[in-house]
């Protein structure tokens, strides 16, 4: 069995927020990380996940909606160590428009990002990856229950829970792992700058906003051995907020 610290991971989305978070844990357990953003992951960052304890770190620009730009991420992180264990696919975007508002572009820029990523990340990953590996997909609770204005998003977020379950089934007979969590509010950017929270239409009360840190735990464990027997699950994290009426 592959042991948490002589895993390759791959992180999407890996310049802050749940990205950063699960990249930290991950390096606390000694993998070698490839962090892939739009944005410039700096040198002191990378510097702090060594400090950590990441056998390695190195970080990849990469347009995750772009096919080619993935494969290339896969093909970096499998070359440096021959290895490519975990993917987490954390990359996300939202535009808020109403469905009449919404152009072409828009759903393209996000069912790219948010779901088109996830299936090419998947596809170069089962190419390299062996058994005993895992992918990890962070979807969203608007993939269950939404508001108004993110309907690109919710339906992408949607889409991820359904290739989750299409990949676990495909990747059970390699021996690799996919599985998705639904985060709730979380202390993020993305939250903060919604403007239906901005404008009360979505209300979130501060006692359940969760942490980037306690996604990243879900992340992890659904990463490890000792989720092994989990697969083709999505796991709310979200202080129960789907749980309310």
Known sequence: MVT????????????????WATARLFAADGAFLVLV???????????????????????????????????AVCKQAFDRSGRLDVIVNVAGMMIFRTLDELTEQ??????????????????HGFLRM???SAIVNVSSVHAVQSTP??????????GMLALTRAAAIEGKVRGIRCNAVLPGA??????WNNPNIKS??????????????EIAAAIRFLASPEASFITGASLAVDGGRLAQL
């Open 130 to 132: 062996k058994s005993g």
């Open 149 to 158: 204005q993110v309907a690109s998003y919710a339906a992408a977020k949607a």
């Open 186 to 191: 979380v202390d993020t950017p993305m939250l």
């Open 200 to 213: 009360g239409a979505e209300a979130v009360n501060s006692a359940d906003v969760g942490k980037p840190e």
């Open 37 to 71: 953003d739009l944005l410039p992951v700096d040198d002191k960052k990378l510097a702090e996940l060594t400090e950590l304890g990441a056998a390695g770190a190195v970080a990849h620009p990469c347009d995750v909606s772009k096919e080619k730009e993935v494969e």
């Open 4 to 19: 948490q610290s002589k895993r390759t991971v791959i992180v999407t989305g890996a310049a802050g927020g749940i990205g």
């Open 106 to 123: 828009d759903w393209q820029q996000v069912t790219g990002v948010n779901l088109l990523s996830v299936a090419y990340f998947t596809k």
